[in-house]
């Protein structure tokens, strides 16, 4: 394991506190490009790497804020389980995409991850902005990801959407707000809730409309009439 000291620099949006990622991936020009990315923020304390084996990883992701794993397209059952471990164990996890074909992607959002990165697209800003979204508990998927799935949401629907979704008020205002773009921290105060209680409306919404992610249960809200078109 390597472990280099990260450059000051000034930042807009500081964390409270710099995080700790773990860069997990057998490709070492990727691992290379990401270590070099995460060491130029000022927001990042330590950056960690390891191959992205169960062994080697389950001593290190209850220490670690952020875990980013390999290409997520067609993942196997240890990668799952592994993301999974991470998880479970506090972790955010990341995971590298190389594709951008819908069904790739729609595969890719039945992973437990907090976020995406497409590795053709990845920049030193994007990977910050990726960062402070899963520190924020938000969804981090980049824009390319989010259009392709969006249209693929558009052409087929919920694969059971034959049933009709009935939510609370509370559930319809947090996914009005959701089509707004906001977080859950702003939909706290915008509902004069706590965060933990935004949470669970935002969680409820996503199960009634069986969506693993915020934008593809915008999508079908849209689709489905559920709320209108954010002006």
């Known amino acids: 394991m390597r472990e280099l000291p990260a450059p000051r620099s000034p930042h807009p949006e500081p964390y409270l506190q710099p995080v700790t990622v773990l860069v997990a991936t057998p490709n070492e020009m990727v691992k290379t490009g990401l270590s070099t990315m995460l060491h130029a923020l000022p927001t990042v304390g330590r950056v960690l790497s390891e191959p992205p084996h169960r062994a080697a990883i389950r001593t290190r992701a209850d220490s670690v804020d952020v875990v980013i794993l390999p290409s997520a397209e067609h993942a196997d059952e240890p990668l799952r389980e592994l993301a999974l471990e991470c998880s479970t164990s506090g972790a955010k996890v990341l995971f590298v995409l190389t594709s951008t074909d819908q069904e790739d992607l729609a595969e890719a959002t039945t992973l437990p991850a907090d976020g995406f990165l497409l590795q053709n697209e ?68 915008k509902l004069g809730v706590s965060e933990h209680g935004a949470k669970r409306h935002v969680a409820n919404v996503l199960a009634k409309l069986n969506s693993p992610n915020r934008t593809l249960a915008v999508a079908i809200a849209l689709k489905e009439g559920l709320i209108e078109q954010p002006i």
Do not use: F, W
Request: glycine share 6%; proline share 4%.
């Open 122 to 189: 990845l920049t030193t800003e994007k990977l910050d902005d990726a960062l402070q979204k899963v520190s924020n508990g938000d969804l981090a998927m980049p824009e390319t990801m989010t259009r392709q799935l969006l249209s693929r949401v558009r052409k087929t629907g919920r694969s059971n959407g034959t049933r009709p979704v009935l939510l609370t008020p509370r559930e319809h205002q947090a996914l009005t707000l959701l089509a707004e773009g906001l977080s859950n921290k702003q939909i706290a105060r």
